[in-house]
């Protein structure tokens, strides 16, 4: 099969091992307006053998995620086969075994050069136990990892998320927050580049371009995240020897129910403010 080349514009490239996860959060964006999430998963021989075709940059890495990666039956030998060209970083609950990858993984095979940890737990005060991670987190900075917490500041934790902040800075654990998005007890928070993007109130056919890589766990290729957990309008697969992929704009009739992922203005993998994961070009109707 032939490489699948990272176009310049790319700034992101998210694998999504398995969309099965073991929280139930109520915030998940997961489920911004679908139900939960059930597809198959492929195999890790397969994902080895598909994601090996990718040629990305040194600052550009691969990131597996979900639901929960470590769910994926082939974890850790997905990350053990995986081109050591391809630099690759984690989002996770760190509710697996953590003993078991510190003994089986070189910790140098998750780390690149980046102003943020190269495995990333998710903190969820709903349904997680701070201290519990807390020690499971240590452990493994010790073991030589790149690990730090995130927590999204929903409305409703606040409180929980800065005091989990301050507790962990004071263990010299990097403990960082990012932007809620989506709706709380009728407001809807974030800051989005278009308006009514993602209000849910109306549909309009627009045409838009991705600077993301996302690949389902059944191995599709979609350019956005509506299309992503909606499961509609793959663009490819990666076993598929043919498909290359392009920077180009392409025909949307769900705006107006984009995930918030897709137009908010964040940061980019430098840190830096001001990105938007997609482009949008409105067409004039006649």
Sequence with gaps: MKSLIVPESYNYIGVFLTFACNLKCSY??????????????????????????????????????????SLHPDFIYIINNL???????????????????????????????????SIRVSF?????????????????????FSIGIWAVMHPD??????????????????????????????????????EGACDKKFKK???CKTTELLIDSEGSIFRCHFDLYAGENPIGHILDPHFQI????RDCVNFGHCNPCDIKVKTNRFQEYGHTSCEIEFIEEN
């Excluded at 969820?124 to 030589?144: F, Q, R, S, Y």
């Design 28 to 69: 998940c964006i997961n489920n911004f307006e679908q139900n939960t999430i059930k597809r198959k998963n492929v195999s890790g021989k397969d994902w080895v053998k598909g994601l090996n075709r990718i040629v990305s940059r040194e600052d550009l890495p691969m990131t597996l995620q979900g639901g929960e990666p």
């Design 83 to 117: 081109n050591p060209k391809l630099n690759i970083d984690i989002l996770t609950n760190l509710q697996f075994d953590v003993d078991k990858l510190i003994r089986e993984v070189d910790p140098d095979r998750i780390k690149r050069k980046a102003p943020y940890a």
């Design 124 to 144: 969820h005060p709903e349904n997680m136990n701070l201290d519990g991670i807390i020690e499971k987190v240590l452990k493994m900075i010790k073991a030589n």
């Design 157 to 194: 934790y606040e409180k929980t998320i800065h005091d989990a902040q301050s507790k962990c800075k004071k263990l010299g654990i990097d403990f960082r927050t990012k932007e809620f998005l989506g709706e709380c007890n009728g407001t809807l928070y974030g800051a989005y580049k278009y």
């Design 205 to 207: 056919k627009v045409k």
């Design 246 to 249: 392009e920077g180009i704009f």
